[in-house]
């Protein structure tokens, strides 16, 4: 990978500013991107006016609103870093910029969400492991967890197969999940499975690989560095994720998603029984809160009490996104 612009004085301002290795990268992907518009201006991107970060993000072409306002504020970040260390003026241009400012630089005709039999039946179905079945499906379930946390320490005695059930560990406590059938039907798959298709994308093909014997769900491929009966790596589920999107060509297959598919249907669900009630499709506070307890949504402090940050969710679970993806007629409320 080649050097960033100005790379001594953008590592100085993520050894000073921050401590997570992941976000650094996070960083360092950003300054990779800039650089071409870095060399395009002669300057630090520190030193970007409001329209020069407007072509930076028309450059790296967002998928959503959310990403746009994400690399927005890392660039606030780093430009008052730069300000505080005396390398630009104290005028900070994305200060003030509202939502409909990122909104221009959206590409909306890229796919990132995908309704329940669509991502099933044209992706989930075609794929070359049970393995990789099992994944996607665990986690249009709800099933993920930082770093595939709740992935990686499922066993299969944690798998209840009568009830339709799995025990995984999340935030330090046993939780049961629910489980369609379907999604059984690919774990009974994954655990029978003693080989592994890796896929080259650069020829196309396939090289299938013995996997290891192991109590654990997803295991780990035969190979002079590995030991059986570990769990698998952060890093492998990352290559197996990867390698999935590359047999697809989708960019945006991606967890994240895939868990906002699940939370989509989910949504959907609880709409379309209101509608077989008699009732108005409302969805609400109380309804987007029984989806975020299943998929672990993230909270915010009020007071003493925490409550699921529906802010988030609703920027990509909105009337819009569930009429594209299930034709069905929802009213969004904030009670």
């Known amino acids: ?5 100005n790379e001594e004085i953008k590592e100085r301002f993520l050894d000073e500013v921050y401590d997570n290795e992941q976000t650094k990268n996070t960083l360092r992907n950003l300054f990779h991107n800039s650089e071409l518009e870095e060399y395009r201006n002669e300057k630090d991107l520190y030193s970007f006016n409001r329209d020069e970060i407007g072509d930076l993000l028309n450059h790296i072409n967002p998928h959503s609103r959310v990403v746009a306002s994400s690399i927005g504020r890392y660039i606030n970040r780093y430009h008052e870093w730069a300000a505080e260390n005396g390398l630009r003026d ?9 939502n409909e400012w990122y909104n221009q630089f959206v590409d909306k005709t890229k796919k990132i969400h995908w309704a329940e039999d669509e991502l099933y039946s044209e992706i989930i179905e075609k794929l ?4 990789d079945q099992a994944l996607l499906s665990l986690i249009f379930e709800g ?7 709740e992935l990686k320490g499922i066993l299969e005695k944690h798998i209840n197969w009568s009830k339709n059930e799995i025990t995984i560990t999340r935030d330090n406590e046993e939780k ?3 489980l369609s059938d379907r999604t059984m039907r690919y774990l009974d798959n994954a655990i029978k499975d003693n080989t592994y298709r890796v896929f080259n994308s650069k020829t196309g ?3 299938e ?9 997803f295991k780990n491929v035969k190979s002079p560095r590995s030991k059986g009966g570990e769990p698998l790596s952060l890093q492998v ?8 999107s590359e047999r697809f060509e989708m960019d945006y297959l991606t967890p994240n998603s895939i868990r906002q598919s699940g939370i989509n249907y989910n949504v959907y669900l609880i709409a379309k029984e209101k509608i077989e009630n008699g009732e108005e499709p409302e969805i609400g506070y109380d309804e987007l809160a029984v989806v975020g307890e299943k998929y672990n949504a993230s909270k915010m402090k009020q007071g003493q009490y925490l409550y699921f940050n529906t802010h988030l969710i609703r920027e990509y679970c909105n009337e819009q996104t569930l009429k594209e993806l299930y034709d069905i007629d929802v009213v969004m409320t904030r009670r």
């Open 128 to 131: 070359d492991n049970a393995q």
């Open 90 to 98: 104290q005028l900070l241009p994305l200060h003030g910029v509202t």
């Open 237 to 244: 589920f990352y290559n197996r994720m990867q390698s999935i």
């Open 176 to 178: 049961i999940i629910k």
């Open 143 to 149: 099933i993920l967890g930082k770093g595939f946390s």
């Open 205 to 207: 093909d396939y090289n």
């Open 209 to 217: 690989k013995e996997l290891m014997s192991s109590d654990y769900l």
């Open 1 to 5: 990978m080649s050097k960033l612009y």
